[in-house]
């Protein structure tokens, strides 16, 4: 404690020896034991009281009523106190009263509420005087404003002999206004300071040293002031006449205040901005330090980016159980960093599927875990924003940050720096042992859900070198009966388009071809951004030509994928004049929505799959006659492409491929899936 104090009365860190004795008392009734709470939450909730107790007229509406919700009191915890916060803010009450109303000087009860709040850390000791005051102030505003219209606060007023017309008493309350936005700005500051993490950076120790005189004499100047504001609450009861000169006399004294704490404030302003400043560009140099670096562990980085100013930075979105980092420890983590708003709700349905529902997610035995981590469009959290982050984070089958207000600036300036995150959510992944696998998996997580994990860079270009352009690849997992129908081999027909007459010319052109023996099922996929019309067409469908397998969510589903296997082949560095697949899911993505529609044609196995588009698939069609007796031999792939003159060439290819046998494998129709030629087939016996 020495050591500590000498160092922070140095001559030059405070401005004369009357402060030095000041600090050297305050550190005597300083004994922090470990107690935090939420000083931002506690001081919205004080600035709430004082706004609505300056309002003549406070209408509650429902807009208020979910502000009350979102910043409600009562639901702070103190962490290393078994004593509620309401029972704490009572107590400084009813000892600032009783000493507003006892003997001695203002300097001595000031340090009497100091002693009673000597186990908090200083921010939390400004703002539990300042909402013990407030508490006063806003009883006393509540009573004026329902009287004289209420019996009940009548009866109130008039056994505290309040006055009856405050009308006299404006310029007391003007200045006793201002002296409390002063210290709520003092109060800002000093929240500001103890928030930041010096103890984990290399800081400039006489910068911090200067920084803390001036903390504690703001600290001081605050509880003081709040002391001084209650004695003049105080005097107005029992008031038996207003007399103006005691009324500018009190208002000149509340003016004194204000001006010292001004001046205070700015002064420690300029130093907790400097403060600042340096804090986001040692912090964000170490974040970026620890990402290149391969860790024992996760632990380091996750600590930085989550838990510097708590021990239990993340929440459990089911049980809404906070938890620590040390919750991560040895698993790969995927960081989904979006703005508050998440996803379209569609989409977001989606992300779930491919991962907390998807089947090979049971074989990882928790190997890796999703945190959400909202970042706000603006340095200032709105409403909606916080409305909105309460109900996904209530929702969620993963992790949450459960404070991402309080999430450093670096933090969040890294993710928008190194990370690239803009408007567009990401998937960040962090091996086991902290190091950035890959900068945004999640068109890969959409594309093959928890198949993916590790979900790295190298494991989403192992999987597409396993990958070509098949229906497995199209509509894996979107519908369990469609994932069946590939299986069996059957022949299916996804078709696309929202004109309705098309629709009809197509359906009815394929009920004839079904007519003449042609085994297919007819899948409606829409098109890309389905609208009302899609919805419409769909129920035409059901109505006068087939039972529509897809529901609306599932056709944006399907779109959603092809997107996702887009921008994974993009972000690889893919060209579609060199990529077979990426050719085939631009094409469909670009397909303007024109009154002729489009078609692909394929089975499970073999995996080839072809494209039609426009006047070629209804010459297709029409031309079945033709080709239709090539099926059995050729498959329907192969005989539409035959009929077209789609395949390179009619001979068999060079290029080996060995199948295993097994019972009711299809005989005679493989397609070499490099050249798309027909296999010429030997059999080998082992």
């Not at 196995?605 to 031309?623: A, F, K, S, T, Y």
Request: glycine fraction near 4%.
């Amino acid at each position: 404690m020495n050591s500590l104090l000498a160092q922070h009365l140095r001559p030059h860190s405070i401005s004369s020896m009357q402060d030095d004795v000041l600090i050297k008392e305050l550190f005597l009734s300083h004994d922090p034991d470990g107690r935090r709470l939420d000083s931002e939450q506690v001081l919205r909730a004080m600035e709430n009281i004082m706004c609505y107790a300056t309002a003549s007229e406070v209408p509650v509406s429902d807009e208020h009523g979910d502000a009350f919700a979102m910043n409600n009191a009562s639901n702070i915890e103190v962490v290393g106190s078994q004593e509620p916060l309401g029972h704490t803010v009572c107590k400084i009450a009813r000892e600032i009263l009783c000493k507003c109303s006892g003997e001695g000087d203002l300097h001595t009860r000031t340090m009497i509420v100091f002693d009673l709040v000597g186990n908090y850390r200083w921010d939390a000791k400004v703002v539990l005087v300042l909402a013990a005051f407030a508490t006063s102030y806003g009883e006393f505003w509540l009573i004026m404003q329902l009287y004289p219209r209420n019996l009940l606060a009548v009866s109130v007023a008039m056994l505290k002999q309040l006055p009856c017309n405050v009308s006299m008493l404006k310029p007391r309350f003007k200045a006793l206004s201002l002296l409390v936005k002063e210290m709520v700005e003092v109060t800002k500051c000093i929240i500001e300071f103890e928030g930041l993490p010096i103890a984990h950076l290399m800081m400039d120790k006489e910068m911090i040293s200067t920084t803390k005189s001036h903390i504690f004499i703001a600290a001081y100047w605050v509880i003081r002031s709040s002391l001084n504001c209650s004695s003049h609450i105080n005097d107005l009861i029992a008031m038996k006449s207003e007399n103006p000169n005691s009324n500018a006399i009190a208002a000149w004294e509340l003016s004194s205040f204000v001006s010292r704490l001004s001046s205070i404030c700015s002064h420690l302003r300029r130093q907790v901005d400097a403060c600042r400043q340096q804090t986001e560009t040692k912090l964000h140099q170490k974040l970026v330090d620890l990402l290149k670096e391969s860790q024992i562990d996760n632990q380091e980085v996750l600590h930085v980016l989550f838990a510097l100013k708590n021990d239990f930075p993340l929440k459990d979105c089911s049980t809404q159980a906070k938890l620590g980092v040390s919750e991560l420890k040895d698993k790969v983590v995927i960081l989904l960093v979006s703005k508050p708003e998440l996803l379209p709700l569609e989409k977001l349905f989606l992300l779930v599927h491919r991962t907390y529902d998807h089947p090979h997610n049971k074989n990882l035995e928790g190997s890796y875990k999703i945190v959400w981590v909202p970042i706000s469009s603006s340095e200032t959290w709105t409403d909606v924003e916080e409305r909105n982050f309460q109900l996904f984070s209530c929702s969620l089958p993963w992790y949450s940050v459960r404070q991402p207000q309080l999430l450093n600036s670096a933090v969040v300036n890294l993710i928008k720096q190194e990370w690239n995150f803009k408007e567009e959510p990401i998937m960040v992944v962090l091996d086991s042992r902290g190091m950035v696998t890959n900068s945004n998996a999640l068109d890969m997580v959409l594309i093959w859900g928890a198949r993916g994990y590790p979900f790295s860079v190298t494991r989403e270009i192992e999987l597409w070198q396993e990958e070509d352009w098949t229906l497995p690849l199209m509509i894996d997992e979107i519908h369990p009966l469609l994932n069946k129908w590939v299986q069996e081999g059957r022949n299916i027909c996804l078709y696309g388009s929202e004109n309705k007459d098309w629709i009809i010319e197509f359906n009815a052109k394929m009920m004839e071809i079904r007519r003449l023996g042609l085994q297919v099922d007819m899948v409606f996929v829409g098109v890309k951004n389905p609208s009302e019309q899609v919805r419409n067409v769909l129920a035409t469908i059901n109505q006068e030509m087939h039972t529509t397998l897809l529901s609306f969510t599932e056709i944006q589903f399907f779109w959603y994928r092809l997107e996702s296997i887009r921008k994974s082949k993009l972000r690889l560095g893919k060209v579609a004049d060199t990529d077979h697949t990426l050719r085939e899911v631009s094409a469909l993505l670009n397909t303007e929505d024109s009154d002729n529609g489009w078609a692909v044609f394929g089975k499970g196995w073999p995996p080839d799959i072809v494209r039609l588009q426009g006047m070629q698939l209804m010459e297709c069609l029409n031309l079945f006659p033709d080709w239709g007796g090539n099926v059995a031999r050729r498959g329907l792939v192969g005989a539409i492409r035959n009929a077209l003159g789609l395949a390179v060439s009619s001979e068999p290819c060079s290029h080996p491929n060995v199948l295993h046998y097994a019972e009711g494998s299809p005989e005679g129709i493989v397609v070499c899936e490099k050249c798309k030629r027909l296999l010429k087939m030997f059999v080998v016996y082992e």
